[in-house]
């Protein structure tokens, strides 16, 4: 574990804070940084322990904020870098941690990255993204559905080449192959943590070790492999809290991310409570009537498995 002999974030109430709805401090309609620490007592006199903050860093917002163009820069809407600093330090005063929302698994288009991998081949950024020729007809590499719709692959013509974006055309993934990219994941984070942030909830971190030609996108076949990386290059023996996010993760594969001797993440996202009543027949969401006793036990059987270990 991140945290092996620390054990705050187990005895804390953690508050989950979509900026853009929560407090808007200025009139113009939009939930912003000041608005928030304006509410830090309220949040303290609740006993909240830590706030995770959906992203605020600069973006298009084609996806919320989920779409990066800066992780070192927040988005005007919001703020500015000095807002966010206050902020920790306000929270930190009233033993509040700010556990930061943490995009990695792609960027957004507008990044600078992929600004400049999409010119050139030889571009250093090239290879920071996933990239594949076309199929011999001059269509998409694979037949692969973006999570909003149409196909993954969006083709360039300045590099004549495919790029994957899981999600949509907006949102490149992130070649997590390439050790430079992840040097640079590495090295923000660090920046992050350095200014004093209590942690990191890791959005769809169970991407990052996909193998795109085997067709294999969940947890794939290098994911902890990255993790235990990012946990020696960034997270270990630091006062933090992390979680990961996995739409896959079952009660066996959970102990992979937050087994004690695994040394990735300290907690880990599952959705098994909310898929059980979920009927995707038509690729949709419907709910299913709900069951108290089917969703008692999907509780007690991850509580039970991760009792010990977890």
Known sequence: MTNQNVSWW??????????????????????????????????ADLGIGFIWLSPVYASPMADNGYDISD?????????????????????????????????????????????????????PEHDF??????????????????SFGGSAWT??????????GYFSPEQPDLNWQNPKLRAEIYDMM???????????????????????????YEEGPYLHGFLQEMNRKTLA??????????????????LLYCGRDRHELDM???????????DETFGKFRPKPFDLVR????????QETLAEDG
């Not at 023996?237 to 959970?254: C, H």
Request: net charge negative.
């Open 10 to 43: 187990k005895d804390s109430t953690g508050y989950q804070i979509y900026p853009r709805s929560f407090c808007d401090s200025n009139g113009d309609g939009i939930g912003d940084i000041p608005g928030i620490i304006s509410r830090l007592d309220h949040l």
């Open 71 to 123: 992780y070192r820069d927040i988005a005007g809407e919001f703020g500015t870098m000095e807002d966010m600093d206050r902020l920790i330090a306000e929270a930190k005063a009233r033993g509040i941690g700010i556990v930061m929302d943490l995009v990695v698994n792609h960027s957004s288009s507008s990044h600078a990255w992929f600004q400049a991998a999409r010119t050139s081949r030889t571009a």
């Open 129 to 146: 993204y996933i990239w594949r020729d076309a199929a011999a007809d001059g269509g998409p590499p694979s037949d692969h559905q973006a």
């Open 155 to 164: 083709y360039v013509p300045e590099v004549g080449k495919y790029y994957l």
């Open 190 to 216: 660090n920046w992050w943590l350095d200014r004093g942030i209590a942690g990191f909830r890791m959005d769809v971190i169970s991407l990052i070790g996909k193998d795109v030609d085997a067709g294999i």
């Open 237 to 254: 023996g630091r006062d933090i809290v992390t979680i990961g996010e996995s739409w896959s993760v079952s009660r066996e594969t959970a």
């Open 268 to 278: 880990v996202f599952q959705f098994n409570h909310v898929t059980a009543f979920d």
């Open 295 to 302: 969703f008692k036990k999907v509780l007690f059987d991850w």
